[in-house]
């Protein structure tokens, strides 16, 4: 149960190691946390994260399971199975890919792959959580999608797309669960310092998966709806939108 | 059955969570809802528990993504002999005085509000301001009707000569609807020559004057209660108003009070209480709300008449009041400490003073000797509540820690009120706690009756 003051006690994490989601897992308050269960692809790395995370976090049992975004056919029955082991208050869907925009230009079909992980595994993870939080009568979902999907950009205009629809997916879901006790938080980062974009040339108002992870927490316990981090990115993106599309080349090719 | 779906809060509109809500009609046998849930697996799975009101502060009386029971009021059995009512568990205190009250009765237990059903009166085992003498409502009932788990309706008595059905009396009344749901009550009535109460008020300097009151009035009032300044500071920190009061007999009644001396009627309140501000709640408001009330009170006044709402549920004369916290809501935080415990009163009004937590309403009773009830809430010494806006930033950590001193202390806290407390902190209070959970596992193995609150406490 989420408690009067916003404490939760059962969080789940889809992207068991994703680096922003790890750390929203953190953010979020502690004090009522009984249960954490990281769902991602099994690796050494999805150990070490609960490993890492339960000795953070005395008393929570902190565990794995198995989940792939490919394989959406499982998505129902992965989160069935952790149900099963108690009411679910928080499910964070955190996994995602960046792709090769380069590739993807030589060969389109390398855009695939992009966008079955993003968009038809984030959009299955999201039905899927909202219709066992319904069932549940409550629940809260938070959802990373990316400035990116605000206005696609020539650089990475195939993830931006994944992001766009996955943003206006929860948005839509969002709306259509007031009723049901279920709230939905879509969550804009712009450019993290994280696994995901290690290599890469940082963008302006570049954050880190802490700072994201403070502005999620802080959007949640408030009862928003959408939250960009850093928070300047809600005017950028604004002013981004509204540029006429040759000034925005040049200002997105940068 | 005629049933919805609801997305349901306690008072303090915290915590909202979805079920279906299930009305039985007036005579329709409640047991079809029962048997809806048993029949299908996923609605087992989800489980039902009663909602009376919804007077409760927390997630007691919800049940997300599961069946949520509302009882009907009916029609009530007086009997002036034995002096006692016997009332359908959805009928309220509001609906019971209107027709007890103009016959020379009174319920023996009322809460701050008449908003309030039998079956949430003794679920929650609720208290009146005149505990530290009558003991809880729970004390009062003679028999109620329980349909359980298993389809049975069985009547239990407090001296039942079965020892389960003893216990399962005792676990039904404070039991949150956990033990089944509660259809209809016999209870004990006090018998009144008049409608109104005779007043004493007390202005005192500080909180060490209003406790010292408070403990002379134990032996002296039958009803006392002290509303506590929770802005004040320095000198006069903890400054409050104590009343108490006594059902006036027909010889203190002059002028227009003579010609209907059990005249009943809760809409005319004299004085609707002037504090609640148009908007919402701020710090600012609430001081000044603390201040108004503070200076309104008389010094001292004795033997005042006043009307039972005026006396006893003051706050029903406005509508909503629960509203001005906003859509974030509100909580109330309710504990009970021994008299050795009495330091926690004082350390809970600093706390949340220090945090900047503006209280709206800090009311300070006295309890009498608990009941032996393995969930009732009262136990001999303090009780204080105070009304909190749930937004305000520490408020959780805050809490937790006075928790700590309320434990330590030898204290509890109150299931109607809790909107926020852990499984541990719930249980370290109620000594008899597994006195519970045994006849919880014995009358319901399966655990059909569950409420949010139940599932976020592990009851
Ligand atoms: C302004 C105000 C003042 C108050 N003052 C006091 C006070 O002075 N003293 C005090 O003790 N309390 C007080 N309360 C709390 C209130 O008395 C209790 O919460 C009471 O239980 C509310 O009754 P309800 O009918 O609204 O029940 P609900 O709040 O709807 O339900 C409360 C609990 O009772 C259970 N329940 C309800 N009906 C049944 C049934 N038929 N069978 C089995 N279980 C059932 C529910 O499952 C739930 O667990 C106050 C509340 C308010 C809002
Ligand atoms: N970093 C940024 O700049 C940035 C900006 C905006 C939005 N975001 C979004 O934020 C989210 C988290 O990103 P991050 O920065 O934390 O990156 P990250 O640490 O690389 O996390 C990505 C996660 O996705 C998981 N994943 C990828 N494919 C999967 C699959 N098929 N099945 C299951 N899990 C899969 C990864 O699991 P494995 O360990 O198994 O690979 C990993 O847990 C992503 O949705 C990303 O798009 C990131």
Known sequence: MINAVKQPQSVVLLGGTSEIGLAIVRALPTARLQRVVLAGRPSERLAAAVDELAAGLAGVDVSSVEFDADRPDTHAEVLDSIAAGGDIDVIIVAFGVLGDQEEINAEPAAALPLIQTNYVGGASALLQSADLLRRQGRGSIIVLSSVAGDRARASNFVYGSTKAGLDALAQGLSDSLVDAGVSVLVVRPGFVHTRMTEGLTEAPFATTAEAVAADTAKAWAAGKHVVYSPPVLRAVMGAMKALPRPVFRKVSAR | ?459
């Open chain 2, 1 to 459: 059955m005629y049933q919805r779906n609801e997305l349901l809060t306690g008072w303090g509109r915290t915590a909202a969570s979805a079920a279906t809500v299930a009305l039985p009609a007036p005579g329709e046998d409640p047991r079809v809802a029962l048997e809806s849930v048993v029949r299908d697996p996923h609605r087992a799975a989800r489980g039902l528990v009663a909602r009376g009101l919804g007077r409760s502060y927390g997630d007691s009386a919800q049940n997300g993504g599961g069946l949520v029971l509302k009882l009907p009021s009916g029609g009530l059995l007086l009997d002036s002999d034995s002096g006692t009512l016997t009332a359908e568990a959805g009928t309220s205190l509001d609906e019971i005085l209107r027709v007890i009250v103009p016959q020379g009765w009174f319920v023996p237990v009322t809460p701050g509000t008449r908003y309030v059903t039998v079956g949430g009166a003794i679920a929650a085992d609720i208290h009146g301001k005149n505990h530290h003498r009558d003991g809880t409502f729970g004390a009062h009932v003679r028999s109620l009707d329980l349909l359980t788990a298993d389809g049975q309706v069985r009547t239990l008595r407090p001296d039942s000569a079965d020892e389960f059905e003893r216990d399962l009396f005792a676990a039904t009344v404070g039991g949150m609807g956990l033990t089944g749901v509660i259809l209809r009550a016999t209870f004990g009535l006090l018998p009144i020559e008049t409608s109104k109460i005779l007043v004493d008020t007390r202005r005192t300097r500080d909180l060490d004057d209003v406790m010292e009151r408070m403990v002379a009035a134990d032996d002296s009032a039958t009803y006392s209660v002290a509303w506590i300044d929770s802005v004040a500071k320095g000198k006069r920190f903890g400054r409050g108003v104590l009343t108490t009061g006594e059902h006036a007999p027909l010889a203190a009644l002059t002028g227009p009070d003579l010609k209907d001396p059990t005249g009943y009627n809760p809409s005319m309140l004299a004085s609707a209480p002037p504090f609640v501000p148009g908007g919402l709640l701020t710090p600012l408001t609430v001081r000044a709300f603390n201040e108004a009330w503070y200076r309104k009170a008389p010094l001292s006044r004795d033997a005042e008449v006043q009307s039972i709402p005026a006396f006893f549920h003051p706050l029903d004369g406005v509508g909503d009041w629960n509203r001005i916290y906003g859509p974030k809501g509100f909580l109330q935080y309710q504990f009970a400490v021994p008299d050795s415990g009495a330091h926690v009163v004082r350390l809970a009004l600093e706390e949340l003073q220090r945090i900047g937590a503006p209280s709206f309403l800090s009311v300070l009773k006295r309890f009498g000797p608990d009941n032996g009830f393995p969930l009732s809430f009262p136990m001999k010494g303090w009780t204080l509540a105070l009304d909190l806006p749930a937004a305000v930033d520490s408020l959780g950590s805050t809490l937790d820690s006075l928790d700590e001193a309320v434990l330590a202390a030898g204290g509890r806290f109150y299931l109607a009120k809790d909107s926020r407390t852990t499984p541990a902190t719930l249980a370290a209070g109620y000594p008899q706690i597994d006195r519970f959970r045994a006849v919880k596992a014995a009358i319901d193995p399966d655990h059909l009756f569950v409420s949010d609150q139940s599932r976020r406490l592990g009851l």
